[in-house]
Every structure is written in structure tokens, then in C-alpha cells.
């Protein structure tokens, strides 16, 4: 059975870290690439950051560079987000997705996803 599953999110004061992990199984992880969306009550699913299959190629949306990064366990067969300086506006609900075919920013490239892991960001 394929299976995404994220963990890490919680409760972190702004100026805060967190990092999350996804976990897959039942799948060749290596041959995915991997992806971080993120949702806000009220709002649209966005694109956080994706990596290629082998880990060399990384994309961000540019107003998170710097704070966020993305990285892969191919042996562990886990993708990170680790985020760091947090601010409220980061408070969301964290996806991870996996894709043979696609590492850009549409949601709608993705095929496989993660149930979610929440992060909440107080001030």
C-alpha cells in the first residue's frame, strides 16, 4: 500500500523551528520527487518547496528561501521541511506529495499525498 505520512508539526512561538518529516512506503522512493504544500484555514493550498528524486535539485517559492529547507533520506525513504524563524503567517496544515513525473509548484502535479501535520505559529 502506498502511503505518505508527515510528523513534527506542533506548537511554536514566532522565531521558532520545527522540522517535519514524511515517511513513505510502498514505493520506490528514489524514483519520486518530493514536495512540501501548505494550507491555512481559508486559504488555497501553496507550494512550499520540492526536491528531485536523487536530492541535488531543490525549488522554493521565493518568500521562503532562506527560512526553509527542503532534504531527503533516500535510505530512510523521508523527505524534511526544515523550517526555521517562523512566523505567524507559516500557521497552516503541512502536505507532503510525491510525483514520478513533476518537482514544480502545482498541486495539481502531484499524485501521491501525505495526510497532514499541523503547525501553529502563535505571536
Known amino acids: 500500500q502506498v502511503q505518505l505520512v508527515e510528523s513534527g508539526g506542533g506548537l511554536v512561538q514566532a522565531g521558532g523551528s520545527l522540522r517535519l518529516s514524511c515517511t513513505a512506503s510502498g514505493l520506490t522512493f528514489s524514483d519520486y520527487n518530493m514536495g512540501w504544500f501548505r494550507q491555512a484555514p481559508g486559504k488555497e493550498r501553496e507550494f512550499v518547496a520540492a526536491?528531485?528524486?536523487?536530492?541535488?535539485?531543490?525549488n522554493y517559492v521565493d518568500s521562503m528561501k532562506g527560512r526553509f529547507t527542503i532534504s531527503r533520506d533516500n535510505g530512510k525513504k523521508t523527505v524534511y521541511l526544515q523550517m526555521n524563524s517562523l512566523k505567524p503567517e507559516d500557521t497552516a496544515d503541512y502536505y507532503c506529495a510525491a510525483s514520478i513525473y513533476y518537482s514544480g509548484t502545482l498541486s495539481s502535479g502531484y499524485a501521491l499525498w501525505g495526510q497532514g501535520t499541523q503547525v501553529t505559529v502563535s505571536s
Open positions: 526536491i528531485n528524486k536523487g536530492g541535488g535539485r531543490t
